[in-house]
């Protein structure tokens, strides 16, 4: 999965989207979670458990429960797959 | 005028042991039912724990049929249910079938049948699965094994209310009773250990890792487990007549639905505490009246704040004085049977005048006098039951010492 | 048997959906007019399985009937249960506004088999396939046998009495007996009442190993008709159906109309799986609803039964109410509705006590579709295909379940109770 921002924004939209029974469209950049998009908190964990089979991320639901817009969850998953990508080999000699 | 309805047998099939005086004794004594998860791996889980009952043999308790025609939930109410008639001085061949009935409730039945179901499935073996499938998986099938093993043909009904189907269970037993419909009624809940189950309340964060420590500031959730508890209950003067030894009688119940959360209970305890304030009315009793409180008292952060609320909202100034302990602390969360355990160790409490503790319990969150740590000894003239379910199903169950 | 009552239950509403029709009145007009809702099933394949039809719901579109609110946490037993709900509260004049007003509690009294095991089974499969930590969390919640309950209770604001009731095929009617009980005690004003099952894959291959399903035992000829001399099991089917139960006097101040009224109920088990005991378990239902509505067999003007091709269960039901009824049972007028709805398990009853609220309306038994005689050892003579003009006064609905289970429910037209004597 590409680090592209924009792909990773628009797949996480996706995800909420579908668990909160909205047309993506709706769901602006910067939409908080709990207030505008009234998720309770069943919801949350089911919107983290889809994005993090998404993402492969393999994060502990801790690291979810602190998230509550787009921003903060496209920085998640931005912030982890880079953990996630092979480090360049270091040169020999 | 209400019939009066008598509690004369109790069974009890628990992670701490089996039959009443074991049960009982162990409770009192803080005994701990949590061990690792011995009945699937857990490996892939993040906790481990446990309260399941080991070491089961159905076999002294299925008499008439093949125990291997029952699912786990079955048996285990089928051991609780001819306990309770034996420890009510009954013999299933001298009462009248016709009108004796059973009521019992449960959370999932008998999940491992769907478990089975699934390993076949995932393995390409569906051609394996046999009519065992519905002979044993339905959980109507809890109330039905248990009245086919005693010949019981009169009411026979599965409230399968969650985590607080124990408690409906018995209302409805008492309703029946008191309809006439029955003289005899057992009534109580079962509920088996599964993967299914584990892994719904690890998925929603709900399992403590460690320990189960209801009320305490650090607790950290609840620890699933299974059992089964059947009430021998009948209209008092039947009792009487026949000499019975009456634990408690039944004064009253309420029921009340959230409406607000599948799996969090409202926000400001509404139902659970409309739920306590029906059992009262009911039972013609004030808050006041109330010697001991058995709680829902799971030890997840939420269920016990909001508990202890509700119980602030009903009984007010005289919440301070009125114990309240969770068994949750020792047996864990046996679900279905749960509030069934429960109104055993209510009706024993308000036959010997003692009660169990909250066990772990270091720090209270909160001021109500917990029981922490200890047995007390305590008058017990009304003793209330709660119990508050997925989907917002609440249940409080009041019995009464009974006086000659 | 002392009477549990002093108040009367009426019904002030229904709802229905089924393989036939989504309303209470068109579920009527479709069984009269000999609709049958069996048919090949495409929910799923029965690929390798000798039976190929249901009752299945299609097309089941949910937002044609629920709006635009989030379905997603909510599984096929939910939706076909919001949908009957949301009618049957409409029909009784519940507006949301009424429901949301702080003194009204409408409850809701469920019968149901499984709730949804499609959903504990995917939940389960998930958590195998992907790790326990990948489990839906939505999937949980529809996990336990009352979430279906539960989610109509928080869909509608219904903060009433709310209980779930496993009885098998005979969920519905005892469904109905438990509410009436509770409104007779004071408890509730307001209950819908009834039942819900979906029709899924897991059920299906249960039921059709247990042998239940016509075809199941490689026959070449499916005959899932009632009281048929063939018939060789019944179709597997799906639906909802509640009924709303009301305290009459509550009701009158509502200013609600009384569209029939619950007279009396009863439940016994057969503990044996024998037809001694399963039809002893139907007579003394039938015995114990009607003395519960203070009449005598002589006043049952026509039957539903809760027979569906089942080679035994079919039989035994005749027998027993036969025995309740004496003699005058051979020709009563008897509406089996399973022949053109298939065995919605759960919601089976509900469906019954709704497609007699059309009867006691118009006089019109709609018959037993694909019934030209009942086998000889029937001893109800009275089903058949043809329609019969009956005067309803009251109508005696009766259920067996395959593990022992038996109900009897009493319907009452409006008014008939005046001409009771004691």
Known sequence: ?93 | ?404 | MASDHDRRVVITGAGVLSAIADSAAGLHAALCQGKSGLKPIELFSTEGLGCHQAGEIRPFEPRDYLGERNLRPIDRTSRLLLVAAGQALAAAGWTPEALAAGENEVGLVLGTTFCSVRTIAEFDRRGLQLGPSYASPFDFANSVINAAAGQAAIWFGLRGLNTTISAGESSGLAAIGYATGQIRGGRAAAVLAGGVEELCFESFVGHYRAGRLCGSHGESEEVPVPFHPRRNGFALAEGAALLMLEDAEAAAARGVPVLAEVRGHGGAFAPRRTREDGAGAVARAILVALEDAGLGPGDVDCLSVSASGSVESDLWEAVGIATALGPRAADLPVAAIKAQLGEALGASGGLQAVALLGTLRDGMLPGVAGLAEPAADIPLRGAGAENRRVRARWALATSLSADGHASAVILGAPGAASGVGG
């Open chain 2, 1 to 404: 005028m209400k019939t009066r309805i008598a509690v004369t047998g109790i069974g009890l099939v628990t992670p701490i042991g089996a039959g009443r005086q074991e049960v009982w004794e162990g409770l009192l004594a803080g005994r701990s039912g949590f061990a690792p998860v011995e009945s699937f791996d857990t490996k892939a889980f993040s906790v481990h724990l446990g309260a399941e009952v080991r070491g089961f043999d159905p076999a002294p308790w299925v008499r008439r049929h093949d125990p291997a025609s029952m699912g786990r939930a079955s048996l285990l109410a089928i051991a609780a249910a001819r306990q309770a008639l034996e420890d009510a001085g009954l013999d299933s061949e001298s009462v009248e079938p016709e009108r004796a009935g059973v009521a019992m409730g449960t959370t999932s039945g008998e999940p491992r049948e769907v478990e089975r179901f699934d390993d076949r499935f995932l393995a390409g073996e569906l051609d394996q699965v046999g009519p065992e499938f519905l002979s044993l998986y339905p959980c109507h099938m809890i109330a039905a094994h248990v009245a086919r093993e005693l010949g019981f043909a009169g009411v026979n009904t599965m409230i399968p209310t969650a985590c607080a189907a124990g408690n409906y269970a018995i209302a409805h037993a008492v309703d029946v009773l008191r309809a006439g419909r029955a003289d005899l009624m057992l009534a109580g809940g079962a509920d088996a250990f599964s993967r299914i189950t584990y892994t719904g309340f690890a998925r929603l964060g709900a399992i403590a890792p460690e320990r189960c420590q209801p009320f305490d500031r650090n607790r950290k959730g609840m620890i699933p487990g299974e059992g089964a508890a059947v009430l021998v209950l009948e209209p008092l003067e039947r009792a009487r007549a026949r000499g019975a030894r009456v634990y408690a009688e039944l004064a009253g119940y309420g029921l009340s639905c959230d409406a607000h959360h599948m799996t969090a209970a409202h926000p400001e305890g509404d139902g659970a505490a409309r739920a306590m304030e029906r059992a009262l009315a009911d039972s013609g009793a004030a808050p006041g009246d109330v010697s001991y409180i058995s709680a829902h008292g799971t030890g997840t952060p939420t269920n016990d704040r909001l508990e202890t609320l509700a119980v602030k909202r009903v009984f007010g100034a005289a919440a301070g004085r009125t114990p309240m302990s969770s068994i949750k602390s020792m047996i864990g969360h046996t679900m279905g049977a749960a509030s069934a355990i429960e109104a055993a160790v209510c009706a024993l409490a308000v036959a010997e005048d003692r009660i169990p503790p909250t066990m772990n319990l270091e720090e209270p969150e909160d001021d109500l006098d917990y029981v922490p740590n200890t047995a007390r000894g305590h008058r017990v003239d009304l003793a209330m039951n709660n119990a508050y379910a997925f989907g917002g199903n609440n249940a409080s169950v009041i019995l009464r010492k009974c006086e000659a």
């Open chain 1, 1 to 93: 999965m590409s680090n592209n921002i924009e792909e990773i924004r628009t797949r996480i939209k996706q995800i909420i989207a579908n668990v909160a029974g909205l047309n993506a469209s709706r769901i602006t950049d910067d939409a908080t979670l709990r207030d505008e998009l009234k998720l309770d908190s069943l919801s949350l964990l089911e919107i983290g458990v889809d994005v993090d089979l998404a993402f492969k991320l393999e994060l502990p639901d801790e690291r979810y429960k602190e998230v509550d817009s787009v921003p903060a969850m496209v920085d998640l998953v931005q912030q982890r797959l880079g953990e996630l990508a092979p480090q360049p080999q270091a040169v020999q000699g």
